[in-house]
């Protein structure tokens, strides 16, 4: 919590700062902290977006009363014309993709920009966003992400004691004691006055920029937030100079959420390469901010093990005891929770957020959520009849003098309007399973159904679906087709038969059949693919071919609209697997090994 | 956009690299024929910055007084209805004026864009009053599209047919009305948020892939250069002033001799070749090359077009538009470029 508070102290201090994403589980206080925050530092009510604003409300728009009595055409600033406030915006990833870049855009720019019913508007915008994600639910993309300067992941607070407290605050919410506090709003003028004269020091800035690099932060925005934060934290201690730990803090809040790489190598830190700070000061350093970033990762690690995960807590508990397979099953759940976390290392260039955002799709049905209106088609059933409204209000007074009425709303065909709705689409789990060569096959085998349960614990949404196909020299298809029967997964997968050699290609091609078909069956669904091979093909679909370069030629040519692929690597090796590294490249598929779990659970046992 | 406002946009002569992008731009600006730029790239690489900077380099052009299309006198083609009778009578003054950036927000409804009719006016005096939209604001003007993939259909179709018409066409209230909308389109849009529809692609003349800046001493001079305009926007500004002005001046004079640039037989030759063995479908590449060459030529001082002026603004015409085969995807290559040129034109 701690550095949630002094990232929103930083956000008052500096006003080219706009935006601060809180990422934790339903129920950590996020948005509590907010509010006595915005009480604390001014007395003041932060305003709440809420989940169904739309974008009249956001921005503004025609003020309808007004239109529609007098026939003038008033501008009615929305939520963002507040000077100065701090606007809340819950679960922002939530909202319509559109709504929350428009939103972050304007808030960058300084103004809002209005085009719509009739009135053209462009209009000051000084508020400071301040939202929250929950990412459990439906992850927030990477490019609004990055449109906040700071993001802080609060975990769900484990310690009894704290709990207490913050009941205690919660029941007491209007007592006086959390009015405003003097002493805070006093430290952050003070921090706003001194804020110019602090000069960012060269070997400041080469540390955020070499540390940018290092995890792969894409653009210029977390490198120019780190630097203000860095400055805004100085301020704040009332220091003229910007010392290490106003770096540190900067990082640690600027650049995990913009990372688009993990580092696993630590050991092999190139520490002598860089000398900041001077060379102490420098291990120091690196130390630090990557015990930080693990320390994220941990917190993490930490909301899911408190989320009522399928497996349940037992399971963690009872170490020692616990049979294999249900190991793997945490261990596997840790991968997965980590590639969640890390959402943004999944995805690479061109293809990222792609999955993510599939999610949601326009609907042209009547269910989904009302997002935005469009000229009514002929006929239509889905009017929405606000929008409508506003789109005739200005001509009321006109209309009331030709038709000699006045009374009503006198509506023509041409401002008809009609919704346009968004609905959640559902994805089919598709397991790609490498049944061949038998040298590691228990293991993987186990591998295997470990990841398809905690895949099943972790995503599976009602509506998605799992599918298991296998292939060997002996057969190719599918062990279990779709299915949302969840139940019957752990069965077939005991039962899943081995064969020696490995026809990759061929199977790349029915997996590419299949999921094709399906897809085009189901127009709003999308599939995720994980492959699970050690990538060692030895049988081509033409004899004259190297088995394995025909798989690489076939993958790189598997693009299906509404398709994503991960590549899990079986071979337990210490070597380098060339091959799954070069199928998952023309896969355009995310790699992970084995190992990784098993380090990345060594890291997180520390 | 006030002069406040083009004060606190970023000088674009401090913008650090990104030198295809500016060209590109600089570019449609001095020949609006070009046909428009799409700047695709990660998130953070100055392409809204850039874009709203230009403001700040943009030429004067004449323009009819009282018309709200700003109509160019220079361009008979392309005036409003009302300001054709009044130059058929005779009877325009003109003034000069600055070309702005006109930008079309994400939220937009339709009925901005296109504009309405005033059906008061037309009522009392039987004469059409049109209450110009984006698109009457972009006549003439640069029409900033940011996420250009993320519009809605309905709109991206109403931007299409006016960029396809160079007209704007409104069916309002059981009146129809057209004006001219003439504008240079800039799309941005992030690969990562969604594709683009491929005729919303074709509509733009060029497009640049925009990638961050790497090497660590530009990251911390971009970083630099941003903190010490924040601190003071006005002095920032007013210290490079002259080189802004330097470079708006450059772009006006190559403006005026930009029609007079030769291109020689040689050179079409040459470039129809680059078409045809790049695959180019249509004509629309060609015209694109040959004014984006000529622009080239203006902007560096030259009255004739020479190999160095295709060669250097070629791939932004051709890299999107060429088709990835069934088996591979589609590579632009410079040195294939160079050497077909070099075939027709000598280096």
């Known amino acids: 919590m701690d550095d949630a508070i002094r990232a929103l102290t930083c956000l008052m201090v500096d006003p080219e700062l706009h935006g601060l994403l809180i990422k934790g589980p339903a129920g950590s206080g996020k948005s509590a902290l907010i509010h006595s925050f915005s009480r604390a530092y001014s007395g003041r009510r932060a305003k709440v977006v809420p989940q169904n604003i739309t974008d009249e409300q956001l921005f503004g728009s025609i003020d309808l009363e007004q239109a529609l009595t007098t026939g003038k055409m008033v501008f009615e600033p929305g939520l963002l014309g507040e000077e100065g406030g701090i606007v809340l915006v819950d679960d922002i990833n939530l909202l319509p993709r559109n709504t929350s870049l428009t939103l972050m855009d304007s808030v960058h720019r300084g103004s809002v920009h209005v085009e719509r019913e009739g009135m053209s508007v462009a209009y000051p915008c000084s508020v400071s966003i301040v939202a929250t994600a929950n990412d459990r639910e439906q992850p927030l993309g990477s490019a609004i992400a990055d449109l906040f300067d700071m993001c802080v992941v609060v975990p769900r607070d484990p310690d009894q004691q704290k709990r207490i407290e913050v009941m205690r605050s919660v029941l007491s919410d209007d007592c006086e004691e959390f009015g405003r506090d003097e002493e805070l709003v006093a430290r952050i003028e003070r921090a706003s006055e001194i804020l110019g004269d602090i000069k960012i020091q060269d070997d400041a800035l080469q540390v955020i920029v070499e540390t940018c690099d290092k995890y792969g932060v894409q653009g210029m925005r977390g490198g120019l937030s780190t630097a203000r934060v860095s400055r805004a934290s100085a301020a704040l201690n009332g220091h003229t100079k910007i010392e290490e730990e106003d770096v540190s803090f900067a990082l640690r809040v600027c650049i995990p959420h913009r990372r688009t790489r993990v580092r696993r190598d630590t050991k092999e830190e190139p520490e002598d390469k860089v000398q900041f700070f001077g060379d102490s000061h420098m291990k120091r350093f690196i130390h630090d901010e990557r015990k930080e970033l693990l320390k994220d990762a941990e917190e993490s690690e930490g909301e899911a093990q408190a989320a009522p995960a399928a497996t349940g807590p037992s399971i963690f508990e009872s170490k020692g005891t616990e049979d294999p397979d249900e190991k793997l099953v945490m261990d596997m759940e840790k991968l997965f929770d980590t590639i969640d976390l890390l959402d943004d290392s999944r995805k690479k260039k061109g293809q990222a957020d792609s999955h993510l955002m599939r999610r949601f799709i326009k609907d042209a049905g009547k269910d989904g959520r009302y997002v935005s209106s469009c000229p009514a088609q002929n006929s239509t059933v889905d009017l929405a009849v606000d929008a409508t409204v506003r789109y005739a209000a200005p001509y009321q007074n006109q209309r009331r003098e030709i038709t000699g009425r006045d009374k009503g709303v006198i509506i023509l065909p041409s401002d008809l309007r009609q919704k346009v709705r968004e609905k959640h689409t559902s994805c089919l789990f598709f397991f790609m399973v490498d049944n061949s060569g038998s040298l590691v096959l228990r293991a993987r085998m186990r591998a295997v159904k470990a990841a398809i349960m905690s895949m099943l614990a972790d995503h599976y949404v009602r509506k998605d679906s799992v599918a298991v196909m296998t292939f060997n020299e002996e057969f190719i298809g599918m062990l279990l087709p779709p299915t949302r029967s969840v139940g019957g997964v752990k069965k077939v997968i005991d039962e899943i038969p081995t064969g020696k050699k490995t026809p990759l290609s061929e199977a790349l091609s029915y997996m590419h059949q299949y999921v094709g078909q399906y897809l085009r069956k189901r127009p709003s669904d999308v599939a995720f693919v994980v492959l699970m091979t050690d990538a060692g093909a030895n049988m081509a679909m033409n004899d004259e071919k190297d088995p394995f370069e025909e798989a690489i030629e076939i993958a790189s040519h598997l693009r299906l609209e509404r398709m994503e692929c991960v590549l899990v690597d079986t071979k337990v090796s210490n070597e380098p697997n060339e091959k799954a590294r070069r199928l998952s490249y023309a896969l355009e598929a995310p790699y992970y090994k084995i190992e990784d779990l098993r380090s990345s659970d060594n890291i997180i046992r520390k | ?347």
């Open chain 2, 1 to 347: 956009m006030s002069d406040t406002e083009k004060r606190l946009q970023f000088p674009f002569v401090r913008i650090v690299g990104q030198e295809e992008m500016k060209r590109a731009l600089l570019l449609n600006i001095i020949d609006p024929g070009v046909g428009g730029v799409l700047l695709r790239g990660e998130k953070g690489t100055a392409k809204s910055t850039t874009v709203r900077s230009l403001a700040q380099i943009l030429p004067q052009v004449p323009s009819i007084d009282g018309c709200q299309f700003h109509c160019n006198p220079d361009l008979p083609r392309y005036l409003c209805d009302d300001c054709k009778k009044r130059m058929g009578a005779g009877k325009v003054e003109t003034h000069m004026r600055s070309m702005k950036v006109v930008e079309l927000p994400l939220n937009a409804t339709e009925d901005r864009i296109s504009g309405s009719l005033d059906i008061e006016h037309v009522l009392r005096t039987g004469e059409r009053k049109y209450e110009g939209g984006v698109l009457a604001q972009a006549n003439g003007n640069l029409l900033y599209v940011d996420e250009v993939n993320l519009l809605d259909d309905h709109i991206v179709d109403l931007l299409l047919d006016s960029a396809a018409m160079g007209r704007n066409f409104v069916e309002r209230e059981g009146i129809s009305f057209s004006h001219p909308a003439r504008f240079v389109l800039i799309g941005s849009m992030n690969p990562e948020e969604g594709t683009l529809r491929p005729q919303l692609m074709d509509r733009f003349g060029m497009c640049v892939d925009i990638k961050t800046e790497l090497s660590p001493d530009v990251r911390v001079e971009v970083i630099k250069r941003r903190l010490a305009f924040d601190a003071d926007p006005e002095k920032f500004t007013d210290e490079c002033q002259d080189e802004t002005d330097a470079l708006r001046e450059k772009i006006a004079a190559a403006k005026a001799i930009v029609h007079d640039v030769k291109v020689s037989d040689k050179t079409l030759t040459a470039i129809a070749m680059v078409s045809i063995q790049f695959g180019m479908e249509g004509h629309r590449a060609d015209l694109a090359m040959i004014r984006a060459a000529k622009a080239n030529a203006a902007f560096e001082g030259r009255d004739e077009v020479i190999f160095q002026d295709i060669s250097s603004t070629a791939s932004l015409i051709l890299r999107h538009r060429m088709k990835s085969g069934p088996f591979e995807e589609a590579q632009f290559r410079q040195n294939e470029l160079d050497s077909i040129l070099r075939g027709y034109l000598g280096s």
